[in-house]
Every structure is written in structure tokens, then in C-alpha cells.
């Protein structure tokens, strides 16, 4: 039977700017999105059945429709039912190296991961474009996971450019293993509290776009200017995840004090990450927080910015 293994890496939010809402219910975002070395490793085999079958090393990874790399599996049975027949089900195993529920994009890289190892299995030569508009599908960080790197994402997030990759700088993450963010319960409190601050036009939309375009963050990245980068993180969410989860706001007091390039929560949270210049100052600024927070469920990652979205490791 045949085996595809593949890397699906997470991601961190270096800009989230909440712009306005929609009719279809989404809000209108400008973010920068860039893939980090934490990664999933994702297998699918042919099983020579017509079933789809899951498996997953984490207990609070869901094995049933409503894991996004089912669900990715499903949609291309939907399209693609003729190569279903004929090449049968698959087995779809997730070990899980990703923290879930920690504004990562763990759920959506496994269902890019699925949407390439399908597209592979059954011979069907869809291109990364192809892959990404099936991946809106499946939510709004997946077109983004297909390709990884360094992008700008807008509309809701499905909208992507790509810029210059920044793959030289290290990060910590740091996340309480007990804790997770609803997505949908943060935006919709952002849209309560702050709803007023929304720009409902197309014109003023594109232009508040076009200004982080040519912005200087886009400046900062293109020059590597890892020091500028730090200084100008943004998460608009972190003004409602913040206040609700008083140790969020702690740890990332205590990350931004024990040093590095800069420190922000990643997506809807509650992770938090420090960027750093070195594996050397990443693993010393580990060691500082640690020792400030003595909480058993306080978790830490050093990990690496990365230039590669989904990559496939091993074909048999
Ligand atoms: C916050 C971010 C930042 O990258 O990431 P995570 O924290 O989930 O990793 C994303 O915007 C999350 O993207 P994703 O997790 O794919 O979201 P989806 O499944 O499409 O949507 C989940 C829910 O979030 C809300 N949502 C999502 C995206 C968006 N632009 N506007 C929204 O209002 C909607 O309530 C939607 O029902
Ligand atoms: N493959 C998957 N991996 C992780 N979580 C998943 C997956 N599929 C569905 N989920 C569900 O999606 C929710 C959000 O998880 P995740 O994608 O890890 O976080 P985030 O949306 O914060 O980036 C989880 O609580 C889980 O119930």
C-alpha cells in the first residue's frame, strides 16, 4: 500500500490587525503569518478499503468529522470521486507534536498536510494555488499552511502575498498546557467591545491594506532588520485575551522582561512568543521565565522561523 509522510509546521502571527466585519460573518483582517520548525508529522496510506480512517497520538485531537484533517480528506472525496473509487480510503495518522487550541495553526496544517498527500496518493496534479482555494474550504489559516514562509494574509485571512522569507530568527513559545482559546470567542468579543473601531468600506479597507504594504513592517522583514520586527509586533486580539486570562497577560510580562527582540500572543492564543537573534539567547530567555513562573503546566518550545510550508519526507 502506498505511503506518503509528511511535515506540517505550525505557524505564529508577527501582525494581526482587525480591520472591519462581514457579511459573511468573518472579520476583515492584514496579518502577517509566518511558518515556524514546530511541525506535525502526518501519514497517509492507502488501506484498500472505501473508509477514511483517523489517528492521533493527542487526546484532545477529535478523530471524528470534525478534525480538519478529516474533514480535508472528505472534501476531496467530494471532488475527486472517481479518483476515490479507484484508488480506495486511507489511513490518516497525526502525531501531534503541535500544541492544540494555542493559536498555532495546528488543526489547519494537518489539513493542508492532507489536501498535498491526497493530491500525491491519487495522482491528481493539482497545483499549490488549486490546493489553497480547496483549503478556504476548510478554514482561513489553511491556503497559508499549503505554501508557509513569510506571507501577508487579508480577507479573512485567504488573501495571501507573499513577501521575503524570514526564516533567520529564533523563538520561544511558552503556553499553560491547560488553557485554550475559542477562536470564534475571541473574535466575537473583539467585534463586542471594539466593533466601533471597524472601517465598513471597501475604499477605507484597501487603503488601511496598502499601508501595511508598503509599511515598515514589510521594510523590516525585507531588510531582515530583526530588532525593528521585534519592536513592531501586533495582536489586536490580545485586547480580549489579555483581560480574560490574567496569566496569559503575566507570562507575557515575564517573556518581554527576560529579553529578546520582541514579545507577542500568537492568533487568537494563549501562546505567547519572544523572538530572539540566537538559539543562545532563545534557551537563556526559557531558563529566566522558568524560573519566574514556577507553574508545572507552564510549557516551553525553542524553536526556529521557517521558509517551508508543508514538505513531504518519505514516499513508499
Ligand atoms: C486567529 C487566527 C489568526 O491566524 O488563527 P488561530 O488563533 O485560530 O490559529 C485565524 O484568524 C483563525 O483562523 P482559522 O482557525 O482558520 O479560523 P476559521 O476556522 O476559518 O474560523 C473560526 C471562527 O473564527 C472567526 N473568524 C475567523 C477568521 C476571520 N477572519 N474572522 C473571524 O471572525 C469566525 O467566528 C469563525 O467561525
Ligand atoms: N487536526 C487537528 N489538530 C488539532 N485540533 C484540531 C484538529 N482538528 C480539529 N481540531 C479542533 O480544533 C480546535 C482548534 O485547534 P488548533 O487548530 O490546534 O488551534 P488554533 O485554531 O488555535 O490554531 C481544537 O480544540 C480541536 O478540537
Known amino acids: 500500500m502506498r505511503t506518503y509522510q509528511l ?5 505564529i502571527n508577527l501582525y494581526l490587525e482587525i480591520i472591519g466585519d462581514r457579511p459573511d460573518g468573518y472579520h476583515e483582517l492584514v496579518m502577517i503569518l509566518q511558518s515556524i520548525i ?22 484532545l485531537v477529535p478523530l471524528d468529522q470534525t478534525n480538519i484533517a478529516y474533514h480535508a480528506a472528505q472534501l476531496m472525496v467530494d471532488q475527486f470521486p472517481e479518483r476515490f473509487a479507484n484508488y480506495g480510503g486511507v489511513d490518516i495518522t497525526i502525531d501531534k507534536q503541535i500544541p492544540v487550541a494555542a493559536g498555532l495553526a495546528g488543526g489547519s496544517t494537518d489539513g493542508a498536510a492532507v489536501l498535498l498527500g491526497l493530491n500525491l496518493l491519487w495522482e491528481l496534479g493539482l497545483t499549490i494555488p488549486q490546493l489553497q482555494q480547496l483549503g478556504e474550504k476548510l478554514g482561513s ?23 521575503q522569507d524570514l526564516d533567520n530568527l529564533w523563538v520561544v513559545l511558552a503556553k499553560y498546557n491547560n488553557l485554550a482559546v475559542s477562536t470564534p470567542w475571541a473574535y466575537q468579543t473583539y467585534k463586542q467591545q471594539f466593533g466601533h473601531t471597524y472601517i465598513n468600506d471597501i475604499a477605507g479597507i484597501q487603503s488601511r491594506t496598502s499601508q501595511l504594504h508598503s509599511g515598515s513592517f514589510v521594510q523590516a522583514i525585507s531588510d531582515k532588520d530583526g530588532k525593528k520586527i521585534g519592536e513592531l509586533l501586533q495582536n489586536d486580539l490580545e485586547k480580549v485575551v489579555l483581560p480574560e486570562y490574567p496569566q ?10 527576560a529579553g529578546g527582540l520582541g514579545t507577542m500572543m500568537s492568533g487568537s492564543g494563549p501562546t505567547v512568543f519572544t523572538l530572539c537573534q540566537s538559539q543562545t539567547e532563545a534557551e537563556t530567555i526559557k531558563k529566566t521565565a522558568r524560573q519566574k513562573i514556577e507553574d508545572p503546566s507552564l510549557e516551553f518550545w525553542v524553536t526556529q522561523l521557517s521558509s517551508s510550508g508543508i514538505s513531504i519526507i518519505s514516499e513508499q
Request: overall charge positive; proline content about 7%.
Open 141 to 163: 489559516d489553511v491556503p497559508f499552511c499549503v505554501r508557509g514562509g513569510t506571507a501577508i494574509a487579508t480577507g479573512r485571512g485567504e488573501k495571501l502575498d507573499p513577501i
Open 248 to 257: 496569559v497577560a503575566q507570562l507575557k510580562e515575564v517573556l518581554k522582561q
Open 7 to 11: 511535515i506540517a509546521p505550525a505557524k
Open 38 to 59: 514546530l511541525s506535525d508529522r502526518i501519514e497517509i496510506r492507502s488501506n484498500g478499503t472505501q473508509a477514511i480512517n483517523l489517528h492521533c497520538n493527542h487526546p
